[in-house]
């Protein structure tokens, strides 16, 4: 026995998984079997050089046994972690109504074990993480903030976790934008600076052209930020501007959308598998002007490069929508609409206003067409929302269950583009008893679905405090007006521009009431409804919300002057 443990040692370190797989299920008796051989066991079944959701359930399995095998130890904390994380791994990979129900079950699992040792997991950031992760499946903002409170509280030095705690609370109506600020200049004392012994010089190249760098984590399948950054990239002047993409994804999962944004640019570089000194010392090399961030404390970025300076100047632009915090950020992209004068203060970076809007989108492939409205064949008035569940905050579902209310025979259709389980949204609801009023969707694998379901909806309701934005765009294109609320922010601003750049003021509520007031009045007047439709359809393309030469422009207009000031 202690012979095959030690061999099972040498083979892990040589990640020769399958004969581990080998000797563990053959060779050692059952009730030989410790947490540790079953955990080390369920891990090569991931470790695998392909994998399939059966290698995952088999691994599930094995977990669970682990854990519950032994008193609470190193190896069934171990276990308990990897069951969990299998379990969410799982639920995102098969969208089968077994698959999701088998999860489910095994995630309520895991949090009524948490609950059980809480005294214990409370402490336990590897634990705390991974039931984070949980929450998230069920869009429970309220517990993942409560997670991450801890989390910061452990590690008030983890960068990465203070960027999800300060993301998260933006679903809330919580914090103002002195919050944001005041969270986010902590993240900036907290990323690592490095000696300048250790990096390269940070030189200008002499040249015709102004070298743009533009660095990103998304840059694959239909994220959705791609759809603003393809609107620079397919229309810019090359014979003035030298643009490289600095690639944050593993090679393996860059696919065809890479691709192509790779034919758009001068250069393209992989940094997702280089530590910080050697990204950034890469970068530097290339002697970029301006580097453009499209993450800021969303997806997998690397603040950290910013923080050591990549380029001459720095701009935050697009995939998210407040301040970073970071002193070495110069600039913010923003509109008039977005970040009013007497607020630039409460943003670290110097606030650029560029004309009309923030971004302009690129269209869809989906020919346009005007889709007549489902009231007038259902006889009832038809909501949607189709932002991710985490933005359906306490605020938007009270409002969104009192207009159902106060519209007898009304519909509201949601659905989130991520995996998300709809129980406890569902229970949010049936507290307003208008659950049976609403229609809850999964997620459509289908893109040419996504946007086809758009023909089910009369109106579209936006979410507050974290305003949709994509989801507007496409409301927008498949002719449903989007009824959004005045913000506080850049974040809780996004769909007051998008409607003011349409000319559509009049779909800009006050505040809670107006907004119901608003969704009411179109319900009782259906033929101002219809042209309100007829409207958005008719003057759509002649604004700036798809005009991407227009925007092009203006942006890189910007960034010549950005450029003129720095350096001449």
Known sequence: MSMQKANIGDLFIQKKYNEIINIIENKIEKKDLTSQLLNILGACKLFKKIINKNDL?????????????????????????????????LYDMDSSERNR???KENFYEAINFYKKNNKYFDTNKTILLAITRIHKRFADIDKIILNLQKLTNLDKNNPLI?????????????????????????????LKKLSDINL????????DKIKIGILSSDIKGNHVVNNYLRSILEN?????FDINLFLNIDIKKQDQTTREFKEL????????NLNDLDAINLIRKQKIDVIIDTMGLLSENRLALYKNRIAPIQINWCGYCNTVGIKEMDFIFVDKNLVHPDEKNFYTEKVVYLNDIWNAHCGFKKERKKYSPPFLKKNHVTFGSFNNFSKISEDTIEAWSKILKANKGTRLILKSGSPRDLEILSEKFNKYSVLNSIELKTKIES????????????????TFPYNGVTTTFESLWMGVPVLTMKGFNFNSRCGESININLGMQKLIARDLKNYIDIASFYTSNTD?????????????????????????????????????????
Not at 76 to 86: E, K, L, M, P, R
Not at 170 to 188: A, H, P, R
Not at 265 to 272: A, E, G, R, T
């Open 528 to 568: 101002r409804l219809l042209d309100l439709r007829n409207e958005v359809y008719d003057k759509l393309l002649d604004t700036s919300l798809f005009d991407v030469k227009k925007f092009s422009t203006n942006f890189y207009n910007s960034i010549q002057k950005l450029y003129k000031d720095k350096f001449n």
């Open 200 to 207: 390269v010089p940070l030189k200008k190249e002499k040249g």
């Open 162 to 190: 203070l960027c999800s705690y300060i993301y998260h609370n933006s679903f809330k109506n919580e914090w103002k934008q002195n919050k944001f600020l005041e969270n986010s200049k902590l993240l900036n004392e907290n």
């Open 265 to 272: 640019v001068s250069n393209s570089f992989d940094i997702k």
């Open 236 to 240: 810019y002047n090359n014979n003035k």
């Open 101 to 103: 129900t088998y999860c």
């Open 447 to 462: 893109f040419e679905e996504h946007l086809d379901l758009y023909q089910e909806i009369d109106l579209s309701l936006d």
């Open 57 to 89: 359930i088999d691994a599930i399995k094995i977990f669970r046994e682990a854990y519950t095998k032994e008193k609470l130890n190193i190896h069934t904390v171990g276990a308990f972690n990897n069951f969990i994380h299998s379990n969410v791994n």
